[in-house]
Every structure is written in C-alpha cells, then in structure tokens.
C-alpha cells in the first residue's frame, strides 16, 4: 500500500490553481514536512493554503492557526514598523540615532542614522562583549550594550548583514519612539493588533501550543566553534572572522540553534530571528504595505531604492538592501516585479511586496532547507506570476 497523500487544506482562488499544484507538489518532491503560503492581490487574499505536518513524527497536522518560527522574515515586519513610524513622523530616517536614543552617542555611533541601520551600514552586526545564553532574555542589556560599543566599520562607508542584531537595534527605536514598555507591545499594539495579522516577537504563552515544530539541523545543539565554521570561510581575515563568528553565536543560543523549540526561545524577544506568526499575517502586513496603508508611495518608493550593494563584510558575498529589506538577487529572486522588497528566513521562509503587480507573498515552514535558496519557495513564486500572466 502506497504512501497516503500529505494533507493540504485553505482556499485557492481558481485563478490561482498552479499555486496549489506546487504547493502540494513541495510536499512530495522537495521533502516538504509542513508548510503554509499566502497571496494577495491588493488586499484581497487569493491563495491561503496550508499543509503537511507540525511535528518530524507527523502525528499532528498543520492547520489553519499553526504558528511557526520565521527567522529573518521577522526582520521585514520590523522593518515596516519602523517605516511606519517614519510615516508618522515619530521616527526619521536621516536624524541622529542618538536623539531618540541618547546612549547610541557613545563611541563612534554618535552621528549614525536610522537610514543606515534599516541598509546594514551601521557597523554593529555582533556584540564585542562575550554574552551568556541568559542574557539573550535581558533586552535592556543587549540593546545597552550594542548602543555603547564601537562599531566594526565605519557607519555609512560599507554595509554587513546585521544577522541577529538588526532586532534589537531597530526594535530598541521602535519601543522609544510608540513609548511601548517592550518591542512585543509595540509590535501587537502599533501594527499587528490593528491588523489582525497574526505575527509575535515574544510569544504569548496561551499560543505556544499552536507552534510548528522546526525540523532538522537547526533544531540539534551544536557548538559556536562549529558554527563558527559554518558561516566562516578559512580564508577570511582574522578581525572579520571574528566578527563573522560572534554575530552569529555570541551569545551561544542568539541564531536558535539548538532551543529553537523551547518554551524559552518562543517566549523572549529577537525580532531579527524568533518572530513567530503565519504566512496569512505576514502577506497581510505586506499588502497593506503596498496600498498605502502604512505608509506614503513616496516612503514605499525609498523602501525598495537599494541603498547597499556589492560584497557584504559580514556574509562574503554580494547583497543589496532597501531600508530594513532584502531586494532581489539573481540567486534570491522574489518574482520578476523591479521594486519587490521583502526578507527571506533560514532555509526559504519568505514574505514580501510588489507593488507594481499588487502581490504580496509568504510562505512559512518548518523543515529549513538550503541556505541560501529554496526550490520550494521558488517554485510558488514562479506559480504566482504564471498566473498572473495567464
């Protein structure tokens, strides 16, 4: 007796059929354990598809309220609250860091800007100071400690992927320009709650049971030297690979590897890394993007301008960024649209906008495949715009 077909469940508008099939198509050709993805066209949702399993033992199905880990798409959602405080002119991107934030005038921060931080230019993507796994709880400490430390480059004069700092960094502005006592309460309260789009940085206990489960390597402990080795090329100098190590382990836990699945890691707040939601509350944070609801067109139109290009001084390879945003790549495309912007997490989790299409994508999973590129992901996309020209 063969194998029973994987579940899949939601709505498929019949414009967008293809969708469905390469969904149902990465379950049984690319390994796919859980998934769900979400398309809209303005702001109406046309696919809202989800399947597969929350668990590796594939005992518990995914269904339509399973949350999951999206690491770095976390990034773009606090990306759009930031640029949405930007619209409102509680925050700006040219003034001084430190006039909202008074102890980022430490060292040589003291005349960076939020345009530079949202572009990876600030020159702070690991902590210098060794930290403990507990401090990763401590928001205060990690964001005091970033404010006072010296940057690695210059800000402004390169650019380096702020793999897990971007969070605190962006957040931290966040938190004092809404006046919000945490980074979560500010995100429920100035985008997702108003939205309805259900997106967490410190997940709530009553929700923890709604999680997905990450499958795979990134859910096994590994020690930092052997990440270090990971993410390091042998040949890189010794200051850069120092820098390259500790923005991905320092603390030892910061990329979640290893407590991904805990209670604990759910529940802090890293919003470069632990963002917890679905792919239905991440393509609608990004629909809204792009019809004006966050923020002004002409906001959207700097949004997706690069502002850093060419080889990234923290990954060794090319990377361009808009403001808080990964633009596509020829290995990373979003879709033919020139002015996509969005963020990819770990392994192919993706959300973004096009505006000039009307599309607003996510697809969130939990078996993380390849690093840099996922055929999964790709082959939804390339399904997206097939119909569109269809």
């Given at each position: 007796m063969g194998k029973p077909a994987t579940p899949v469940d939601g709505f498929c508008d019949p414009a967008?059929?293809?969708?469905?099939?390469?969904?149902?198509?990465?379950?049984?050709?690319?390994?796919?354990i859980g998934a769900a993805v979400t398309v809209?066209?303005?702001?109406?949702?046309?696919?809202?598809?989800?399947?597969?399993?929350?668990?590796?033992?594939?005992?518990?199905?995914?269904?339509?309220?399973?949350?999951?880990?999206?690491?770095?798409?976390?990034?773009?959602?606090?990306?759009?609250?930031?640029?949405?405080?930007?619209?409102?002119?509680?925050?700006?991107?040219?003034?001084?860091?430190?006039?909202?934030?008074?102890?980022?005038?430490?060292?040589?921060?003291?005349?960076?800007?939020l345009r530079e931080l949202l572009s990876h230019q600030a020159g702070l993507p690991a902590l210098r100071q060794p930290m403990e796994n507990a401090?990763?709880?401590?928001?205060?400490?990690?964001?005091?400690?970033?404010?006072?430390?010296?940057?690695?480059?210059?800000?402004?004069?390169?650019?380096?992927?702020?793999?897990?700092?971007?969070?605190?960094?962006?957040?931290e502005l966040i938190r004092r320009a809404t006046g919000a006592a945490s980074f979560r309460?500010?995100?429920?309260?100035?985008?997702?709650?108003?939205?309805?789009?259900?997106?967490?940085?410190?997940?709530?206990m009553f929700a923890h049971r709604l999680c997905a489960e990450i499958c795979g390597p990134a859910a096994q402990p590994i020690e930092p030297d052997a990440i270090a080795a990971f993410v390091v090329p042998p040949d890189t100098p010794p200051a850069q690979r120092a820098m390259r190590a500790l923005a991905y382990n320092n603390p030892p836990a910061l990329s979640g590897l290893g407590v991904v699945n805990s209670s604990w890691w759910r529940s802090i707040e890293v919003p470069s890394t632990n963002g917890h939601g679905?792919?239905?509350?991440?393509?609608?944070?990004?629909?809204?993007?792009i019809t004006g609801g966050l923020f002004p067109e002409s906001l959207l139109a700097e949004a997706c301008t690069?502002?850093?290009?060419?080889?990234?001084?923290?990954?060794?390879?090319?990377?361009r960024f808009g403001l808080g945003f990964q633009l596509p790549?020829?290995?990373?495309?979003?879709?033919?649209?020139?002015?996509?912007?969005?963020?990819?997490?770990?392994?192919?989790s993706l959300g973004f906008g096009d505006p000039d299409s009307e599309i607003s994508f996510a697809y969130l999973m939990n078996r993380p495949g390849d690093r840099w590129q996922s055929p999964r992901s790709e082959s939804l996309i390339d399904a997206v715009y097939a119909c569109l020209g269809s």
């Amino acid at each position: 007796m063969g194998k029973p077909a994987t579940p899949v469940d939601g709505f498929c508008d019949p414009a967008f059929e293809r969708v469905r099939e390469a969904f149902r198509n990465n379950f049984s050709a690319h390994d796919e354990i859980g998934a769900a993805v979400t398309v809209c066209v303005g702001r109406r949702e046309v696919v809202d598809l989800w399947g597969g399993w929350r668990d590796a033992a594939q005992r518990h199905p995914w269904t339509a309220s399973t949350i999951v880990n999206s690491y770095s798409v976390g990034k773009g959602i606090t990306a759009l609250l930031a640029l949405a405080l930007v619209g409102k002119r509680r925050l700006s991107l040219d003034a001084k860091i430190a006039e909202v934030w008074p102890a980022f005038g430490a060292g040589g921060n003291a005349a960076t800007t939020l345009r530079e931080l949202l572009s990876h230019q600030a020159g702070l993507p690991a902590l210098r100071q060794p930290m403990e796994n507990a401090d990763l709880g401590n928001w205060g400490k990690i964001s005091d400690t970033l404010a006072h430390q010296d940057p690695w480059w210059e800000p402004g004069a390169a650019h380096g992927y702020h793999v897990n700092t971007f969070g605190f960094l962006v957040g931290e502005l966040i938190r004092r320009a809404t006046g919000a006592a945490s980074f979560r309460r500010a995100l429920q309260e100035s985008l997702c709650g108003p939205l309805e789009a259900e997106f967490h940085v410190g997940l709530p206990m009553f929700a923890h049971r709604l999680c997905a489960e990450i499958c795979g390597p990134a859910a096994q402990p590994i020690e930092p030297d052997a990440i270090a080795a990971f993410v390091v090329p042998p040949d890189t100098p010794p200051a850069q690979r120092a820098m390259r190590a500790l923005a991905y382990n320092n603390p030892p836990a910061l990329s979640g590897l290893g407590v991904v699945n805990s209670s604990w890691w759910r529940s802090i707040e890293v919003p470069s890394t632990n963002g917890h939601g679905t792919a239905r509350g991440v393509a609608r944070l990004y629909a809204e993007a792009i019809t004006g609801g966050l923020f002004p067109e002409s906001l959207l139109a700097e949004a997706c301008t690069t502002h850093s290009e060419g080889i990234d001084r923290v990954l060794g390879r090319s990377t361009r960024f808009g403001l808080g945003f990964q633009l596509p790549e020829k290995n990373r495309p979003m879709g033919p649209g020139k002015r996509t912007f969005g963020h990819f997490g770990y392994g192919g989790s993706l959300g973004f906008g096009d505006p000039d299409s009307e599309i607003s994508f996510a697809y969130l999973m939990n078996r993380p495949g390849d690093r840099w590129q996922s055929p999964r992901s790709e082959s939804l996309i390339d399904a997206v715009y097939a119909c569109l020209g269809s």
